[in-house]
C-alpha cells in the first residue's frame, strides 16, 4: 500500500509538546511555600530539520526535436521516515526556545524574575570536510557531518527583582563558548544518485538506441545505471562548545555596579573537559590565576595508567598565582589500590618554597574511604564508615586504625558499617572504650538529605532538622534550645 502526503518540506514551524509551566513546592501539610512560574519566547531552536529526512535527485531530460536540442530538468523529492545522519537527530521532537523566563511566583505577582537565554549552536559547529562529489545531490543541509546531540548554550542570565510595577536588574551574567575540534571519523554510509540524464535514440549526450525519437529512456545500458550510483561517507564530527569566559555584574538599588570575569582555557587534546587554567579579574583590576595539572601531564606508571583507563580529571597538582606571583602549591600523589586510583598524599608549598608532605592516607577500604591519614607528619585521623560504609560516622584523633581495632573488636566495626537503629549505641560504647586514649566525634545522617546530629568529643551534641525539601532549617544543643533558625526566601 503506498500512500502519498502534501507536505511542503521546506518550512520550518514549531510543534507541539510538553513544556514546563508551573512548579509549586508545598510542605507535608500541603501549604505552598513558594511557586514559580514559566514562560518561553523568542524562536524555538529546533535540532530536527527537515533535510534530515529528504533528499534530492534531478532528472534532466534532454532530446532532439525537429533539429533543435531541448532541455529540462525537474527535481524529485523522496522523503524518509529516519534520519539520514542519525546522531544529530534525538528521538522525538526536542524543541529549546531562545529565551526562558522564570518568575518567582506568577507573572502577574511575583517578586522578581530571571531571564535565561540560550543558543543551540548546531548551525555553527561547521569544520567537517566535505567528501561529496559536487555532481551528487546530497542529503543534508549539513554537508553530511553527523554532529551528535549538540545541547543548547546558556548565552546570559538576568536577574531582576520587582519594586512597584517595574523590574530592577540586580545581576547579569554573561557567556562565551570557544569551539574544540578534532579530526572526523566516519560513522555510516550513504547510497545515492548522480544527476539522472534521460535521453533520445539520436545520440544526444552520447547514447545510442533505437527507441523512437520522441520516446525517453533513463539509461543506454545496465553499466550506465551502475555507474549512476554513487555511495559516500557520513563523518561524525567530533566537535564541541566550552565556555571560554564568563563576566557577572552586579547591581545596587541605585544603578551601581560592580564587575568581575573569569576566563578558562583547556586541554587542546580534549583529554579533559575541566578547565586546565583558570584567569579571574575582580572589579579592582586584581587578576586571580589557578593552573591545573592532570595525569596525562605526569610520568609515571601510576599516572600513564590513569591516562590509559580515562581517569584523567583528577588533578594532580594546583598552582595559585596573584597577578604572576606564585602563592601557593598543591600536590597530589596517586597510587593503585583495590582497582581504583586513589591519593596516597597532599603536599603542600607556599610561594616558591620546596613541597612538603602534610596529609598522608595510610589506609582505605574496599570502597576507596579513607579509613586512617596522618596529619603534619605524625598526628593520627582515622574515620569508621556507617550507613553500608557511605558515610563517616566516627572520627578518632590520636590512635592508630590498627590499635582500635585492637580496642574495639572487630565484631563493633563490623557492626557499626550496617547497622542504622542502633549506631548511636554503637558509637558511645566506641567513645567509652576510648575514653582517656583518643578524641572521638561521632555523627549521624538522614540518608540523601544531610547529617542530622554531631557528638564533639566533650560530649556536646548539636541537632540539625530540615524541612519537607530537604533544606537546613534549625540547629539545636543537646537541650533543645535553639542555636541557629534559618528562613527562605525566593531570591529578589
Known amino acids: 500500500m503506498t500512500r502519498a502526503y502534501d507536505y511542503n518540506l521546506e518550512s520550518e514551524s514549531e510543534v507541539g509538546g510538553l513544556r514546563i509551566k508551573t512548579i509549586t513546592n508545598q510542605d507535608k501539610n500541603g501549604s505552598i511555600l513558594g511557586v514559580k512560574n514559566y514562560e518561553y519566547s523568542g524562536i524555538a531552536t529546533n535540532i530536527i530539520r527537515y533535510a534530515m529526512y529528504s533528499s534530492t535527485i534531478n532528472y534532466i531530460y534532454s532530446h532532439i526535436w525537429e533539429g533543435d536540442f531541448l532541455r529540462n530538468d525537474s527535481e524529485h523529492n523522496i522523503s524518509v521516515a529516519q534520519p539520514v545522519i542519525p546522531l544529530t537527530d534525538y528521538s522525538g521532537s526536542p524543541v529549546f526556545y531562545s529565551t526562558v523566563t522564570e518568575y518567582n511566583g506568577t507573572s502577574s505577582n511575583n517578586s522578581g524574575?530571571?531571564?535565561?537565554?540560550?543558543?543551540?549552536?548546531?548551525?555553527?559547529?561547521?569544520?567537517?570536510?566535505?567528501?561529496?562529489?559536487?555532481?551528487?545531490?546530497?542529503?543534508?543541509e549539513f554537508n553530511n557531518c553527523d554532529q551528535g546531540s549538540v545541547s543548547p548554550l546558556l548565552l546570559s542570565q538576568t536577574i531582576y527583582k520587582k519594586a512597584n510595577y517595574d523590574y530592577i536588574c540586580k545581576r547579569s551574567i554573561t557567556n562565551n563558548y570557544t569551539l574544540m575540534k578534532e579530526e572526523s571519523f566516519i560513522t555510516g554510509v550513504t547510497l545515492n544518485k548522480r544527476d539522472v540524464v534521460v535521453l533520445t535514440s539520436n545520440g544526444a549526450m552520447g547514447y545510442d538506441t533505437d527507441i523512437s525519437a520522441d520516446s525517453y529512456i533513463p539509461y543506454s545500458s545496465e553499466s550506465d545505471y551502475y555507474e549512476s550510483l554513487v555511495y559516500y561517507d557520513i563523518l561524525a564530527f567530533r566537535g564541541i562548545s566550552v565556555l571560554s569566559s564568563t563576566s557577572t555584574t552586579d547591581y545596587d538599588d541605585n544603578g551601581n555596579s560592580v564587575t568581575s570575569s573569569k576566563n578558562y582555557s583547556y586541554d587542546p587534546a580534549l583529554r579533559t573537559m575541566n578547565p586546565i587554567e583558570t584567569v579571574q579579574f575582580n572589579s579592582k583590576g586584581e587578576v586571580y590565576t589557578v593552573k591545573n595539572t592532570h595525569p596525562f601531564d605526569i610520568t609515571g606508571n601510576v599516572y600513564v595508567n590513569m591516562t590509559t583507563s580515562n581517569n584523567v580529571d583528577p588533578i594532580v597538582k594546583s598552582m595559585e598565582y596573584t597577578g604572576s606571583n606564585l602563592f601557593k602549591t598543591t600536590s597530589y600523589e596517586y597510587k593503585a589500590e583495590n582497582g581504583m586510583f586513589l591519593v596516597d598524599n597532599i603536599q603542600l608549598a607556599k610561594k616558591n618554597n620546596p613541597l612538603e608532605k602534610r596529609i598522608f592516607y595510610s589506609k582505605y577500604d574496599s570502597y576507596g574511604n579513607p579509613?586512617?591519614?596522618?596529619?603534619?607528619?605524625?598526628?593520627?585521623?582515622?574515620?569508621?564508615?556507617?550507613?553500608?560504609?557511605y558515610y563517616p560516622v566516627v572520627k578518632i584523633e590520636g590512635l592508630s586504625y590498627d590499635d582500635i581495632k585492637n580496642i574495639i573488636g572487630d565484631n563493633t566495626l563490623n557492626l557499626l558499617k550496617t547497622s542504622i537503629a542502633n549506631l548511636e549505641t554503637l558509637c558511645q560504647n566506641i567513645r567509652s572504650s576510648l575514653s582517656g586514649k583518643a578524641l572521638v566525634t561521632s555523627y549521624t545522617y538522614n540518608p540523601l538529605i544531610g547529617i542530622t546530629s554531631i557528638i564533639a568529643p566533650n560530649s556536646a551534641k548539636t541537632k540539625?532538622?530540615?524541612?519537607?525539601?530537604?533544606?537546613?532549617?534549625?540547629?539545636?544543643?543537646?537541650?533543645?534550645?535553639v542555636i541557629d533558625n534559618y528562613i527562605y526566601n525566593y531570591q529578589q
Open 464 to 481: 540539625y532538622n530540615y524541612d519537607d525539601s530537604g533544606r537546613l532549617v534549625k540547629t539545636l544543643d543537646s537541650k533543645n534550645n
Open 113 to 140: 524574575k530571571t531571564v535565561y537565554k540560550y543558543m543551540q549552536d548546531l548551525d555553527n559547529l561547521g569544520g567537517c570536510e566535505s567528501n561529496v562529489d559536487d555532481q551528487l545531490k546530497f542529503y543534508s
Open 371 to 389: 579509613l586512617e591519614v596522618i596529619v603534619d607528619g605524625g598526628k593520627y585521623l582515622v574515620y569508621l564508615w556507617g550507613y553500608n560504609e
